[in-house]
């Protein structure tokens, strides 16, 4: 689904950051942009700045269903800075994903912004995860039958050649095996 970003510019909180930039909403079934600006009030703007493409994939929807399922649904955005003055950020992804947007902010270069989900959005992601979800069966690992309580004493690596043995214990020295 195409997902529009919108995105707002605010006077900066520092003298070192004129602007302070942050993705607020998005637009789904957005047409394509670039950078348009939608409201401006003072020193306060919001631009449509890109319209990327939202995809879902049947094995994220357990990450689905999560995300949904938190007080706020919400949407992530993932943005990296560009030196394009005009368009200081390109938006790299857009995801439902809480466990893909957690991927993206550990890396350290990316911005990752939560943005509410729109109720619309909620129900078309909740009925495809439902649709898709396949609950993993849990299966118990069993031990293997291998009798490990055994004493090894004198065992060491068979590959390497040794004049006496390393793993050998010390009381046992004297004794010959």
Partial sequence: MPMGIVVRRTPGATRWAKWAWRAVAVL????P???AILREEGDVAEFHAQTVQLELHGAECEAYLTGISDKEPAIYVVMRGTDDAARPFHVTL???S???????ADNGEDIVEKVPMP???????????????????FVKRRRDRKRVDGA???????????????????????TVA
């Fill in 33 to 35: 942009a670039d950078w």
């Fill in 119 to 137: 109720a619309g959005l909620v129900a078309w992601v909740r009925d495809f995860a439902q649709a898709y979800f396949e609950e993993e069966v």
């Fill in 94 to 96: 857009v995801t439902a």
């Fill in 98 to 104: 809480p466990y893909e947007a957690q991927d993206y």
């Fill in 152 to 174: 090894e004493d004198g065992v060491g690596d068979a590959r390497i050649a040794q004049l006496t043995d390393v793993y050998r214990a010390p009381a046992r020295k004297g």
């Fill in 28 to 31: 789904p079934g957005a047409g």
